[in-house]
């Protein structure tokens, strides 16, 4: 089987779409499942001087404006569409998914089969989202004029789990995929502990010390409930001062207008440790050397991140916006809560009320999440059975 994923971007720094893409791909090589990328990437991108990938990437950008528009995207995909089996688009709102639906209707047969992930983009928390009534509505016009065929003319469309599959039908008209399949999302397994992934982590928090911490590791943006965590753990800390881990709040963003609120929140706290993004080594030392892992989400449609912590044997305090919660709440990896303030309090107070055999109990049971439900073998399978 050849298989294109057609992509907006793939670097690292735009958080779950591509890392999902990259595992997805490393999982389908391994059953013998030739993948090439097309993204709309610019060919001398700064970030791709640190990234080797093992597949071939067509970077046909620079994509312009929030849509990403490039002309030369729908050219390549004429002349090159039916090189491939199947083409599965990743991700919406944006040109690539639009000009794959020309490309296609351009296409003499024989042409590939077109299936649409879109990666939590369905979700309607986009379109009741406090602070996003204007995108809402760009949104709903969008839909009308592009979006609605991009999705209904494909193949079909792939999710990540259930709870993704029954959002999807909520936030527009006349949604009608010709099919839905689950195929879950794989992530890798994490390489093996070794000091020198503590290390590379201690020389990223220096303030740290040994003292045990709490471990949020995504993007600090208001979706991802930042402020409800600073918030629940500042009452925390103010209860019980000598005792609270501290808490490491990890990602990109920091930056951004909502990154520096975060930031001035967190100067009053001084056990809360801001490092920016974790890549490599340091990453994996701040998985294996946290408490738990937290994430209070308002919407969060797999949580690679959420996974990974899982992989490391670590237990995961999310809200019940993550839609794999319920798999990690009926695998007792974890605890889960409204995202509300309320709800992170009692995660945050639950967790660490628990005494020190139930946690390390719940740690063994977040690893058989995640070799039960999200090990990129099982994952893979499902997708090679959904693609067939």
């Known amino acids: 089987m050849k298989l294109l994923h057609v992509v907006a971007s793939l670097d690292p720094r735009q958080g779950g779409v591509c890392q999902a893409v990259r595992t997805m791909i490393a999982g389908l090589a391994d059953q013998g499942v030739a993948n090439e990328v097309a993204t709309l990437d610019a060919p001398d991108a700064d970030w791709q001087a640190g990234v080797a990938d093992p ?30 089996d199947e083409v599965i688009l ?10 794959l639906r020309q490309a296609m209707q351009r296409l003499a047969a024989p042409a590939p089969r077109v299936f649409v992930m879109p990666h939590g983009m369905l979700d309607p928390y986009f379109q009741r989202a406090e602070g996003r009534r204007i995108k809402a509505l760009r949104n709903q016009l969008y839909w009308q004029l592009i979006e609605k065929a991009v999705i209904n003319k494909a193949t079909g469309v792939l999710f990540t789990c259930e709870t993704e599959r029954r959002l999807a039908h909520e936030p527009f008209p006349a949604y009608r995929p010709q099919q839905e399949r689950i195929v879950s999302l794989g992530v890798e397994e994490p390489p093996a502990y070794t000091p020198a992934m503590r290390q590379a982590f201690q020389e990223k ?38 005792t609270v881990p501290a808490l490491v709040l990890a990602g990109p963003g920091l930056d951004t207008p909502y990154g520096q609120r975060m930031q001035q929140l967190a100067a009053e706290l001084p056990t809360v440790v801001l490092p920016g993004m974790l890549t490599g080594a340091a990453k994996w030392g701040a998985f294996y050397g946290c408490e738990a892992f937290v994430l209070p989400s308002h919407q ?17 305090l999310v809200s019940d916006q993550v839609n794999i919660c319920q798999e990690i709440a009926a695998g007792q990896g974890g605890l889960v809560a409204p995202d509300t303030l309320a709800g992170t309090q009692h995660l945050l107070a639950t967790w660490t009320g628990l005494p020190p055999a139930a946690q390390a109990a719940m740690g063994q049971q977040a690893r058989q999440v995640y070799a039960s439900n999200f090990a990129v073998q099982s994952a893979t399978t499902k997708l090679v059975a959904a693609l067939s």
């Open 55 to 84: 597949f071939a990437v067509h970077a046909l950008g620079p994509g312009r404006s929030s849509w990403s528009y490039s002309a030369q995207l729908i050219p390549w995909l004429a002349a090159n569409l039916s090189r491939f």
């Open 90 to 99: 990743h991700g919406l709102w944006q040109y690539h998914g639009y000009a």
């Open 205 to 242: 928090c220096p303030t740290l010390a040994d003292r045990p911490y709490l471990l949020f590791l995504s993007r600090i943006h208001e979706k991802k409930g930042v402020d409800l965590l600073l918030q629940a753990y500042a009452q925390l800390a103010a209860a019980s001062p000598a």
């Open 300 to 316: 969060e449609n797999f949580g690679i991140a959420v996974v990974e912590a899982l992989a490391c044997g670590k237990p995961v």
